[in-house]
């Protein structure tokens, strides 16, 4: 009887904090409450596309040539923000959009957080900002992202860069992302995993090679947690998850024709280094570079180097990027 009163405890319990948890939940998170927080917030603008208003944030000179970055799952344009400058510093007009559900852009419960969708936003926010073609450079993701847009709007991609990329459902099949899937399971654990410090620390652990580990701060940890920690933030994630269809870019990888710039961390333990192998196989005008001493954000592990990478190969018009040899990197053959 003890044990049947202290289960009913611990369950009642649980169950309070379960409520508790799901209705002190803000709705949404305030842009003009947490800007000044906001690296770069000085270069932030909004457009409304398809009833949803899209932030990003725009670097360099409109007349240069465009490149247009596309964070990962999860992630907002925070993780552009050592690069995204640089990049602009070496002659282009640098775009980091935060996709649909993700960092200061709109929430709404009625988007279908796919891969597709999220490509025909890009699209059509280049249309918003007047722009034909762009360089587009997709991370983890985002990878995903910009090869469905290379894919379904050819004409609106003059080069490809892509960093640890999404190619598959793969990365779907990760134990947490399949708890989530489950009806009921995933609405009661999504709020306690995003806004949990402790498990966003771990998950960095997993993401950054060892060797930047020092990159692990309380203001990249509460830069990542702060745009989603709301209602509309839980359930984007969860429905992008639920949502995650990318078999289609790996089928259909040989029909991409525009030069590729493929860049992996070499310590990358989320996406699998075979599948840049995959990409650099089925990609015919594609170049591979491997940096050593870094894991699935090169972006934010080497910054340095990944700027001159990206900028050498988008300022040549073929696409090479002999010249950037170093000894932090490799390429392959």
Same mark, same amino acid.
């Given at each position: 009887? !003890?044990?049947?009163?202290?289960?009913?405890?611990?369950?009642?319990?649980?169950?309070?904090?379960?409520?508790? !948890?799901?209705?002190?939940?803000?709705?949404?998170?305030?842009?003009?409450?947490?800007?000044?927080?906001?690296?770069?917030?000085?270069?932030?603008?909004?457009?409304?596309?398809?009833?949803?208003?899209?932030?990003?944030?725009?670097?360099?000179?409109? /007349?240069?040539?465009?490149?247009?970055?596309?964070?990962?799952?999860?992630?907002?344009?925070?993780?552009?923000?050592?690069?995204?400058?640089?990049?602009?510093?070496?002659?282009?007009?640098?775009?980091?959009?935060?996709?649909?559900?993700?960092?200061?852009?709109?929430?709404?419960?009625?988007?279908?957080?796919?891969?597709?969708?999220?490509?025909?936003?890009?699209?059509? #926010?280049?249309?918003?900002?007047?722009?034909?073609?762009?360089?587009?450079?997709?991370?983890?993701?985002?990878?995903?992202?910009?090869?469905? +847009?290379? #894919?379904?709007?050819?004409?609106?991609?003059? !080069?490809?860069?892509?960093?640890?990329?999404?190619?598959?459902?793969?990365?779907?099949?990760?134990?947490?992302?399949?708890?989530?899937?489950?009806?009921?399971?995933?609405?009661? @654990?999504?709020?306690?995993?995003?806004?949990?410090?402790?498990?966003? !620390?771990?998950?960095?652990?997993?993401?950054?090679?060892?060797?930047?580990?020092?990159?692990?701060?309380?203001?990249?940890?509460?830069?990542?947690?702060?745009?989603?920690?709301?209602?509309?933030? /839980?359930?984007?994630?969860?429905?992008?998850?639920?949502?995650?269809?990318?078999?289609?870019?790996?089928?259909?990888?040989? +029909?991409? @024709?525009?030069?590729?710039?493929?860049?992996?961390?070499?310590?990358?333990?989320?996406?699998?280094?075979? /599948?840049?192998?995959? #990409?650099?196989?089925?990609?015919?005008?594609?170049?591979?570079?491997?940096?050593?001493?870094?894991?699935?954000?090169?972006?934010?592990?080497?910054?340095?180097?990944?700027?001159?990478?990206?900028?050498?190969?988008?300022?040549?018009?073929?696409?090479?990027?002999?010249?950037?040899?170093?000894?932090?990197?490799?390429?392959?053959?």
């Amino acid at each position: 009887m !003890k044990t049947k009163h202290l289960a009913l405890g611990i369950g009642g319990a649980v169950g309070a904090l379960v409520a508790w !948890k799901l209705l002190s939940r803000a709705d949404t998170v305030n842009w003009h409450e947490v800007s000044d927080k906001v690296i770069h917030s000085e270069h932030s603008h909004f457009v409304e596309i398809d009833g949803a208003t899209v932030h990003f944030q725009e670097f360099g000179d409109h /007349h240069d040539p465009v490149m247009i970055l596309v964070h990962g799952f999860t992630a907002s344009c925070y993780v552009w923000k050592s690069v995204a400058p640089q990049i602009a510093a070496e002659g282009f007009r640098v775009i980091a959009v935060d996709l649909i559900g993700f960092g200061y852009s709109d929430k709404p419960a009625w988007f279908d957080y796919t891969i597709a969708s999220q490509a025909r936003m890009i699209a059509r #926010l280049m249309d918003r900002l007047g722009i034909g073609r762009a360089t587009l450079v997709g991370s983890s993701y985002g990878g995903a992202i910009s090869l469905t +847009l290379a #894919l379904d709007y050819a004409e609106r991609v003059d !080069k490809l860069v892509l960093v640890d990329s999404v190619i598959n459902d793969e990365p779907a099949e990760h134990p947490v992302l399949k708890l989530a899937r489950i009806p009921g399971v995933g609405e009661v @654990m999504t709020p306690f995993l995003i806004d949990s410090r402790t498990f966003l !620390k771990f998950r960095m652990q997993g993401t950054l090679a060892a060797a930047n580990h020092h990159l692990i701060t309380k203001d990249r940890i509460e830069s990542i947690i702060r745009p989603l920690n709301a209602k509309d933030g /839980h359930n984007a994630v969860l429905q992008s998850g639920r949502n995650w269809d990318a078999d289609r870019i790996e089928e259909d990888l040989h +029909l991409v @024709m525009q030069p590729t710039l493929i860049i992996w961390g070499e310590e990358d333990s989320v996406i699998p280094i075979r /599948h840049g192998e995959t #990409l650099y196989r089925s990609i015919l005008n594609s170049r591979f570079v491997v940096l050593k001493n870094c894991g699935h954000v090169p972006q934010e592990e080497k910054p340095d180097l990944f700027t001159a990478l990206v900028s050498g190969f988008a300022h040549d018009r073929k696409g090479r990027i002999e010249g950037a040899e170093s000894e932090e990197m490799r390429f392959e053959n």
